[in-house]
């Protein structure tokens, strides 16, 4: 890392018994010290606390008590910038701005993967039922199921699993640096790229959902498991049970338990998938509303509100659109994934008909193609779309808080022009 200091300093700036003075923020004269009377006009005495005051070319201290000669009036000198004499309105509209920014995205953050954790318990249980009658494909059913699992339960029934997930994206990110530190992969694709190239990017992802597998098994299971034969668990949990599957070692398993190299197709498919068809509805919303403001908001009357709002909003809304779409089109195919995940780990799961009482896994699923067979065979093509109805509730959800902070934003943005 370079350091964080302006070209040219010094320190003290001697060299060879002379000084190059630049003064304040440029405030004043560059001046060389060569001789003692030079020094003369800034070597005085140690100043008196009381009667010390800011000295200007060729004064000295006054003695305490003595009060200092009044100047000829003229027009007063402007204050140094970044001085305390106060900040302009455009530095602290600035900092505003910055600082709701920062907010915007943490709201963002906290939505996708705190409040809106209890639609993805509940949607990952309702996915691997496979007793289940009610399919809950409404997010009025949905509702009322959470509100049985909180009235039986407590409200960690609806959060369990919550730090494992943050593991798994953890360990994600983590693999994905380590690889590319380590292998030509490009983590980032240019503008300027080429066939060759994206297939090096598709494939450091493809590695690292590999490397997180294990991990996201462990995660699936806390998300799912039925809190009332749940042990309380670390947080590490979660890296131990990973750990425990790729050596063969840990909590004992059933004889229909799929091995890692039989998820491995499955897995990477749904993550590589995923990450292409987030990354078009990005850049494609990132466009439409970049023309759009373009066309509706021209830059000579454009607000400094406005256009604060278009520099923060536009990627938040591509990045829900992206996540959005992404997770209706493979919603199937992440029923599949999870129940293959989930097969031969003894897990316990709450019963999503009722809202109490609790089922176990039994599922002899051969493979992915014996998953679809069977699902769309004994429980229809609905089947697949399981739990759909807390997809609703967790993006209508987002959508609110993404809306509920635009208000704020633009209110606070309007009070500091």
């Not at 409040?115 to 997010?139: D, E, G, K, W």
């Not at 004992?252 to 197709?265: A, D, E, G, M, T």
């Amino acid at each position: 890392m370079h350091p964080r200091r302006p070209d040219g300093f010094d320190g003290l700036g001697y060299r060879g018994g002379t000084r190059d003075e630049q003064g304040f923020g440029g405030a004043f004269p560059a001046r060389s010290f060569s001789s003692a009377s030079d020094l003369g006009h800034w070597v005085t005495t140690p100043p008196d606390i009381p009667g010390s005051r800011n000295l200007h070319w060729g004064e000295k201290s006054p003695p305490y008590g003595v009060p200092a000669p009044s100047t000829p009036e003229g027009p007063e000198e402007e204050p140094f910038p970044g001085g305390s004499g106060g900040s302009a309105p455009g530095q602290s509209s600035e900092q505003l701005s910055r600082f709701a920014g920062f907010g915007i995205g943490l709201a963002s953050l906290f939505t996708e993967n705190v409040l809106a954790h209890p639609c993805i318990v509940l949607r990952r249980q309702c996915q691997v039922n496979y007793h289940a009658r009610h399919y809950h494909l409404t997010p009025f059913t949905v509702i009322n199921i959470m509100y049985s699992f909180n009235k039986t339960q407590g409200p960690r029934a609806l959060w369990k699993g919550m730090g494992s997930t943050f593991i798994v994206q953890g360990i994600t990110l983590g693999a994905e640096g380590i690889i590319s530190e380590f292998t030509p992969l490009p983590r980032e694709v240019s503008h300027k790229w080429n066939p060759k190239q994206i297939g090096e990017h598709l494939l450091l992802k493809s590695l690292t959902y590999i490397v997180a597998m294990p991990f996201y098994s462990a995660s699936l299971i806390e998300t799912v498991q039925s809190e009332i034969i749940r042990d309380n668990a670390g947080i590490l949990e979660c890296v131990k049970e990973g750990i425990g599957r790729v050596i063969g070692m840990g909590v004992p398993h059933s004889k229909r338990l799929l091995p890692l190299l039989s998820l491995i197709f499955p897995t990477v498919l749904h993550g590589v998938l995923h990450y292409i068809i987030s990354s078009i509805i990005q850049k494609f919303v990132l466009l439409l509303l970049k023309r759009k403001t373009y066309h509706s908001h021209p830059a000579e009357s454009t607000s400094p509100v406005q256009s604060m709002l278009d520099a923060y909003f536009p990627e938040l809304i591509a990045n829900f659109a992206a996540s959005l779409c992404s997770d209706v089109i493979l919603y199937p195919l992440e029923t599949v994934l999870h129940r293959l995940h989930i097969q031969g780990t003894r897990t316990i799961i709450d019963n999503t008909d009722l809202g109490y009482e609790v089922l176990p896994i039994n599922t002899q699923y051969e493979g992915m193609r014996d998953c679809v067979n069977t699902i769309k065979q004994e429980e229809g093509m609905l089947g697949f779309y399981k739990g759909f109805g807390a997809v609703i509730i967790q993006y209508t959800l987002h959508a609110a808080v993404l809306q509920i902070t635009k208000i704020i934003y633009s209110t606070l943005l309007q009070n500091s022009v």
